[in-house]
């Protein structure tokens, strides 16, 4: 599993180099894209593509060369593989067979864009790329509202401004967002305010809507009186109600949390 750089070249370690150059084939996620970066530093050994729609056959034909001793590097577009991006099958298959399988560490855009964000480290969240469609996206928002710790997201040019407005109107203005555009690319910029601002920022001119975005969150700051059982009490609410009237839910969520039964109702009916 060998990492490669996210945006500048001079990111890619030795180690990886070395990784690639030895191997008797690289699975790619896409050949075009990495064989420009196998040209520029001379490494020619066989590609094979291998991403999330090639389906089971190329898999079985890189767990064969495995079988019979190969050494098979798996490379995505940039960054980690397997982060967002394809390899989780085949791992996992090698796994299950006994197949060592050995990280090459290197480049990956969530860990680079929470170390510079400002926001607190010590525990995140990574949620990938949010669903397309915007109910669906705004359904998984409100599943990450009461996420304590930061997260972080992945998304793409012609999507992060809705992404934002949809964080707007599930999280409210104020939450604070680190925005990452275009990492370690000659045009990368930074932002850090409020979900408000950023909105701002991204409409002010059009190339802060250009690139690859990660999105790093606060997480949910519970405010004062807010107890921190209050969401798993509400959790337990919208798994009951459907079945049960909303006072009997409260009821039920508030002997298994101890929070008292009137706050989790009054909870409940605002949301």
């Given amino acids: ?7 500048n070249l001079a990111d890619f370690s030795e180690r990886g180099r070395e990784a690639l150059a030895a191997a008797d084939c690289i699975a790619a996620e ?33 767990l064969q060369m495995l079988r ?4 098979v590097a798996l490379i995505s577009d940039a960054g980690t593989p397997t982060i967002s991006d394809p390899g989780y099958a085949l791992v996992k298959a090698a796994r299950e067979e006994g197949i060592e399988v050995l990280p090459i560490p290197g480049p990956s855009a969530l860990i680079a864009a929470l170390s510079v964000s400002g926001l607190p480290t010590d525990r995140f969240a990574f949620a990938g790329f949010l669903p397309a469609a915007q109910s669906a996206r705004r359904k998984r928002i409100e599943e990450l509202r009461d996420e304590a710790a930061t997260w972080i997201l992945y998304e ?13 109107a599930v999280l409210g203005e104020e939450r604070r967002i680190f925005i990452a555009r275009e ?4 045009f990368e910029s930074h932002f850090l305010g409020s979900l408000d601002q950023a909105a701002s920022w991204l409409r002010a001119d059009a190339n802060h809507l250009k690139g690859e975005f990660v999105l790093v969150l606060a997480g949910h700051q519970a405010k004062p009186g807010e107890d921190e059982r209050l969401p798993e009490a509400l959790r337990i609410v919208t798994l009951l109600k459907d079945d049960l009237p909303l006072k009997k839910s409260a009821a039920i969520a508030a002997k298994i949390t101890g929070l008292r039964k009137n706050d989790i109702y009054r909870a409940a009916v605002q949301k």
């Fill in 1 to 7: 599993m060998v990492a490669t750089p996210i945006g």
């Fill in 30 to 62: 896409d050949t075009r894209h990495s064989g420009k970066l196998l040209a520029h530093f001379g490494i020619k050994q066989p590609l094979i593509s291998y991403h999330d729609h090639s389906g089971g056959r190329t898999r079985e034909k890189l």
């Fill in 68 to 71: 019979d001793g190969a050494s």
């Fill in 156 to 168: 793409s040019s012609h999507r992060v401004l809705d992404c934002v407005d949809d964080l707007i």
């Fill in 183 to 186: 990492m370690t690319k000659q």
